[in-house]
């Protein structure tokens, strides 16, 4: 079993357009034990979803090498990555991506019917992960689109447990909900580490990130440890003081 | 995927938008229903003809001498030894007379024959008997009505109850030996009355000529009829000196044909009738097609977030082809079983109307559609073919979709 659930090293994500070349990621290294709840938080528009897409096998790198499991993921063909994500992964969205014409049951049960999962064993699989996040059984029949934001969520952390994946990967997990809300929904990823899955959220919210083991930041497609992160946001706040003193002088 | 996931799938994203699906597949019902509607009006038609002319009328040969003088039944047979192909040949002679019950007087059509007759045409007996071989040789004063008739002459008498009666036929009178369901295509319009009598009785008494001027002939079920026909029409030709078959005045004396190019003739017109039904069918179907087509593009783009949900969760690009194709495909056969529906509900509806718009002759009967099964069959699996033509390339757009440019699609 390989040492790290996640495995990148020196990931680069550039995207070519009319306009030229934007570089996405710039030689990103992240590397997550088993068990780790792990805190992405950038701002917007620092690389945050490419990292969460690279990372949930939903694209590929543009040179470095990602590993899932101690699989090479950059070599998959889509088919193969599918494959992973069905088997490997559960993901977590901010608009929580419920199918509104199916039941919460259907929901879900829906990464099982690609997988040979006998169709015996997927509603207690559902009913197992429906329980873990604390949804009362009243709704299970009930249409996604007839439950509230807080209940909604919890549907789709149900959907992403529901394969026993080996990493949950949660993209803005609250920033839908109200404060209260998101108090539950963090409460839920911090008891499903507690029984040791491994979560990576990526958000851009300081509160979110106080729930994980480990936050890092993203600025820039670069990744930078809580302590590089403070070092520069210190050495950016001298500078500015002195450009300030510098103003007041003249 | 499962089949019943795929099945599952496709029911709940169809059924999650009834009134598109139902509008979508009006194309494809219209163009099966117009099939299902004419083909089943013309196997209607097809099997009415047939028992117009009943069930030998392939096998019958008519023979007309206009120019030949004392052709007698000899002579007549000497045909039946001499052109391979015939089971038998039987004289036919037609008159016109008078006819009159106590009470009634009508116009009377008569036909006379042998009682070989009433098997080659298929003639069915409703009352009394058919006349004999000896009622023949002994030119006896009998005739056989059908209930068209009975009902001229005697109003709503049952047709058991006119048996043994006596009519006035001409000069003398005739006793009513049986009743037949049918002497001919005509009995039930107008007011003359149409009889069955021996040949001999008809040409003696009646035409007062003995010479055979019509013969009926009955081919071998094996036999070739169009070689048997030139072949009687040569011999005849050759037998009389009257030159070549293709001489047009010679053909004028000797003329030989057949129902069954009448027959061939009409199903030739239905088969053309049915094929340019099939034409406009087809396009029909293909309008309905990029209809399903148009929808399911439609789709395709509306359920993008759904499709990027879907390969998230692990579904490849084979599962997301099959569940768009397989929409498509019961679209289509949605659409082929509401035609099918409609078009027997239609084929029944309009049977009446276009049978007599199409200038069938009636047998008095109504038309009745056949439904065929494979008719059926066959639209169905135009249906599936067309869901699959139609809705390929909206379900390849859907698989090849970028799981991260789908999730993200407002």
């Known amino acids: 079993m390989a040492k790290y659930v996640l495995d990148a090293q020196n990931v680069h994500r550039i995207y070519e357009s009319a306009a030229g070349y934007t570089a996405a990621l710039r030689g990103v290294t992240l590397q997550v034990p088993r068990g780790e709840f792990l805190c992405v938080m950038g701002p917007s528009g620092s690389g945050k979803s490419t990292l969460m897409n690279i990372l949930g096998g939903l694209d590929r790198p543009t040179s470095g090498t990602y590993k899932l499991e101690g699989v090479l993921m950059n070599d998959l063909t889509d088919d193969e990555l599918a494959e992973m994500r069905g088997q490997r992964l559960g993901f977590v969205f901010q608009r929580y991506n419920l199918l509104e014409r199916a039941t919460v049951m259907r929901n879900v049960m829906m990464p099982l019917i690609y997988t040979d999962v006998p169709k015996s064993e997927r509603e207690s699989r559902a009913y197992k992960a429906l329980r873990v996040v604390g949804l009362p059984e009243d709704y299970y029949d009930h249409r996604s689109n007839e439950l509230s934001g807080g209940q909604m969520q919890r549907v789709a952390i149900a959907r992403a447990l529901v394969n026993n994946p080996a990493l949950i990967l949660a993209d803005e997990p609250t920033g839908a909900l109200d404060s209260a809300t998101s108090e539950l929904v963090m409460n839920l990823f911090a008891n499903l580490a507690e029984q040791g899955k491994t979560i990576v959220i990526i958000t851009h919210d300081p509160e979110t990130c106080a729930w994980g083991d480990r936050t890092v930041h993203i600025r820039d497609g670069r990744l930078f440890s809580d302590e590089e992160e403070r070092a520069l946001v210190e050495a950016a706040l001298k500078s500015h003081a002195g450009v300030q003193a510098r103003r007041g002088n003249t | ?410």
């Open chain 2, 1 to 410: 995927m499962k089949p019943s996931d795929l099945a599952h799938e496709t029911w709940s994203a169809l059924s999650a938008n009834r009134g598109r699906s139902a509008l979508t597949i009006l194309g494809i019902v219209i163009g099966i229903g117009a099939v299902i509607t004419m083909n089943s009006i013309i196997a209607g038609i097809s099997v009415q003809q047939s028992q117009m002319f009943g069930a030998n009328a392939a096998r019958l040969i008519t023979v007309r001498l206009a120019g030949i003088d004392n052709f007698t039944v000899d002579d007549m047979n000497t045909i039946v030894e001499s052109v391979p192909g015939y089971d038998y040949i039987i004289p036919v002679a037609s008159g016109a007379a008078d006819i009159s019950t106590e009470t009634k007087k009508a116009s009377a059509d008569i036909t006379g024959t042998e009682p070989r007759y009433f098997d080659s045409h298929s003639t069915k007996l409703v009352a009394g008997e058919f006349f004999t071989e000896r009622d023949m040789l002994e030119a006896d004063r009998v005739l056989m009505l059908d209930e068209y008739g009975v009902k001229n002459l005697y109003g709503s008498v049952a047709p058991s109850e006119a048996v043994g009666k006596s009519v006035r036929l001409g000069n003398d009178e005739y006793l009513i030996k049986g009743i037949v369901d049918k002497v001919n295509s005509w009995s039930m319009y107008g007011d003359t009355v149409y009889c069955i009598a021996p040949y001999s009785t008809v040409s003696i008494r009646l035409m007062g000529s003995t010479s055979i001027k019509q013969m009926e002939g009955m081919t071998s079920e094996d036999a070739n009829i169009d070689v048997v026909m030139e072949s009687t029409k040569q011999y005849l030709m050759d037998h009389y000196h009257l030159g070549s078959t293709d001489d047009e005045n010679a053909s004028r004396i000797v003329h030989v044909d057949s129902d069954k190019s009448i027959l061939d003739q009409v199903n030739s017109s239905m088969a053309s009738f049915q094929s340019i039904m099939v034409i406009v069918s087809g396009i029909s179907l293909v309008v309905g097609g990029i209809g399903i087509m148009n929808m399911m593009l439609t789709n395709v783009t509306e359920r993008i977030r759904e499709i990027g949900l879907r390969k998230a969760l692990g579904a490849k690009r084979f599962d997301i082809t099959s569940q768009f194709i397989l929409e498509s495909i019961c679209l289509c056969i949605a659409g082929g079983v509401f035609g099918v529906l409609l078009g027997i509900g239609a084929a029944f509806a309009l049977a009446g109307p276009m049978g007599s718009t199409m200038g069938v002759m009636s047998t008095g009967e109504p038309l009745t559609p056949i439904i065929d099964g494979s008719s059926i069959l066959n639209a169905v699996l135009v249906c599936t073919v067309t869901g699959l033509v139609f809705g390929w390339y909206p379900a390849r757009r859907a698989a090849r979709l970028d799981p991260v440019e789908s999730l993200n699609h407002q």
